[in-house]
């Protein structure tokens, strides 16, 4: 069966711990007693969080966030970038096709972004609103490695906007670093 949650729990110790060890591992997925176990995904989420946030810099929170992505669907929406990307010759071209802005990608005062309407993380369904966007910075994470092997170059992803943060819609800003066409 598909756990988000588990899952979750195991991506989040094993980004933790690549930073620290296992005992901080422990305790920003668990907590100093291991209450974490007994919470609700949505108490979960915020704790978990402000435990990370209470071990380590913005830099390394970001950084183990972006490692925490599930990968769910990577592969047809890798197939849709590289449709697109077929279907044009340069970043202006590639967001501003129909297909594109259809899935939420579009190209603004030279930058290509991508945005939802809805957030789409399963483990935020019951979380009426984040105290931070330590939770999104994972959904940058998986923006990375979609885009970094459709560009074949390094990607910068930088999260302007969640949902979930409270604003109306959530945003990322898809910096190619290399030559795409």
Excluded: H
Excluded at 113 to 137: G, H, I, K
Excluded at 150 to 171: H, P, Q, Y
């Amino acid at each position: 069966m598909f756990d988000i949650r588990k899952i979750q729990e195991n991506v989040i110790y094993e980004a933790v711990k690549g930073q620290s060890n296992e005992e901080i591992a422990r305790e920003v997925v668990y907590g100093k007693e291991g209450s974490g176990k007994l919470e609700s995904n949505a108490i979960w989420v915020n704790a978990t969080m402000k435990r990370l946030e209470s071990k380590f810099d913005r830099v390394i929170i970001k950084k183990i966030r972006m490692k925490c992505q599930c990968g769910y669907g990577m592969d047809k929406k890798l197939e849709l970038v590289k449709e697109l990307m077929e279907l044009s010759s340069s970043l202006e071209e590639f967001g501003n096709l129909q297909k594109a802005k259809d899935i939420g990608l579009f190209y603004e005062n030279g930058e290509l972004y991508l945005q939802f309407n809805f957030c789409l993380c399963p483990m935020l369904a019951d979380v009426d609103r984040l105290e931070s966007d330590t939770w999104c910075q994972c959904t940058t994470g998986y923006s990375k490695v979609l885009f970094e092997e459709a560009f074949k170059c390094e990607v910068d992803v930088e999260l302007l906007k969640s949902i979930k943060m409270g604003n109306e819609r959530c945003l990322m800003k898809i910096i190619p670093k290399g030559t795409v066409w």
